[in-house]
């Protein structure tokens, strides 16, 4: 089984306007999208398409194509193949947070393709924001560095906090998972470093036993962080840090999947 999960420690670190820091412990699963069968028959704890304490659904990622009935891994093909990417043989390790007691919140998800042999071909962020928005970037073999990562900065055009611009560019540096995950995930303003967020944390077996340890360590995992964000953002505005309206740029969010209303309104006429 290439499946496991990883227990993590997630940092946040904002260097200006103001200077803020956090660190939290959470886990994250990892899973081949082609064991998520077998997974669903050994796992007590782990359901998949139905209710459990752990709950994965294929249709809560990259929703494009759900409606002709595509299975993820297809999706995911389907969009590297958009980008020139050669799919044949993939596997695609899926790191995630499933819904848990059937809640759903995932401020990024992350998609690592191998070929047969298990060389990296793609890495595939999907990040969603608290209005439910989605969107992927994707990392083809030209990110690759030599030293294994996969390496993009890339304007994000996308609403992600109040208190970061849509025109911020990510930059996305992502291992292959192994023994360890290891991400991080920067903002750059104008050439400027103002945000570094890292992902990192050992291995562990995706068993009943270790989910069953999880739960009493992070109880309500994904309740506890949409819960997390709203209290740092609350420190945030109290920092009278720049406040950015979603709907004050809409023309600038593009590349996303189910749009918010804000960005569906049609556009009034000077007439």
């Not at 359901?47 to 297809?74: C, H, I, M, V």
């Not at 393709?113 to 083809?140: I, R, S, W, Y």
């Not at 970061?164 to 991400?183: M, Y």
Request: charged share 20%.
């Amino acid at each position: 089984m290439k499946s496991c999960l990883y227990e993590c420690r997630v940092m946040h670190a904002r260097f200006s306007p103001r200077a803020h820091h956090f660190v939290y412990r959470i886990f994250m699963f990892a899973l081949d999208l082609d064991e998520i069968d077998e997974l669903d028959q050994r796992l007590r704890l782990f359901s998949a398409e139905r209710r459990n304490l752990y709950s994965f659904r294929d249709r809560d990622y990259l929703p494009t194509g759900t409606a002709t009935g595509a299975t993820l891994k297809q999706r995911v093909l389907t969009l590297l193949g958009q980008h020139g990417i050669a799919t044949d043989g993939l596997r695609i390790q899926l790191v995630t947070l499933p819904r848990v007691a059937g809640y759903l919140f995932n401020p990024v998800s992350f998609y690592f393709c191998q070929a047969a042999d298990g060389t990296p071909v793609a890495a595939v962020p999907e990040v969603t924001n608290t209005f439910k928005e989605m969107k992927p970037f994707v990392l083809g073999p030209q990110t690759r560095r030599a030293d294994g990562y996969f390496h993009l900065r890339i304007p994000k055009h996308f609403y992600v906090s109040p208190f970061s611009d849509v025109d911020v560019a990510f930059d996305f540096q992502l291992s292959v998972p192994g023994e360890r995950l290891s991400i991080q995930i920067d903002d750059y303003v104008k050439g400027e470093r103002t945000l570094t967020s890292t992902l990192t944390g050992p291995a562990r077996p995706l068993t009943d036993g270790r989910l069953a340890w999880f739960t009493l360590l992070y109880p309500l995992i994904t309740l506890k962080i949409i819960t997390l964000i709203h209290w740092q953002a609350l420190r945030l505005y109290l920092k009278s840090l720049p406040w950015f309206r979603k709907a004050a740029r809409p023309a600038d969010q593009r590349g996303l999947y189910r749009p918010h209303a804000s960005l569906l309104q049609p556009k009034h006429s000077d007439v």
